[in-house]
């Protein structure tokens, strides 16, 4: 199946599942973090880091074989970079990425996604791949909708 196809089928699921269990913010970032995991197998690390207080991430509901950072400001890595400037950004390789944050060997490529909720950032969606380039703009396209049932 193409990525297109699978995203489309997390599509059916999230839109099934938020819009008849309504469940809190947490919750339903355990659930996504499940079902993006669940169909992108391949993935390294699939999860959340929650805004705690101005300028800090903590990490939040993940799916994974590694231990995830504890916690990321906002002046460092991808996932403080994408919540610093509020945008989604794709590293094809992260070893070119000034300031990253290394929390496994394993992690060669990543998207991370803001989650904006009444105007106000809350969270990022961070996805680690094993591949030199492996998200593109149609990830890009997909999570961002996705997350905006968070």
Request: proline residues 3%; glycine residues 8%; hydrophobic residues 40%.
């Amino acid at each position: 199946m193409d990525r297109e196809s699978r995203y489309q089928n997390i599509l059916k699921t999230a839109k099934y599942t938020f819009d008849d269990y309504p469940m809190d913010e947490i919750g339903k970032m355990a659930i996504m973090a499940t079902i993006l995991k669940m169909e992108f197998s391949e993935w390294i690390f699939c999860g959340f880091y929650r805004v705690i207080k101005p300028n800090l991430l903590e990490i939040g509901p993940y799916q994974g074989n590694i231990l995830a950072c504890g916690h990321i400001a906002f002046d460092r890595g991808v996932c403080g970079t994408s919540a610093s400037e509020k945008k989604t950004i794709i590293v094809d390789d992260v070893s070119t990425f000034p300031g990253y944050i290394a929390c496994d060997e394993k992690t060669v490529s990543e998207i991370v996604v803001p989650v904006i909720k009444n105007d106000g950032l809350i969270a990022v969606l961070d996805i680690d791949g094993d591949q030199i380039g492996q998200f593109n703009r149609i990830d890009q396209l997909f999570l961002e909708k996705l997350v905006c049932y968070i």
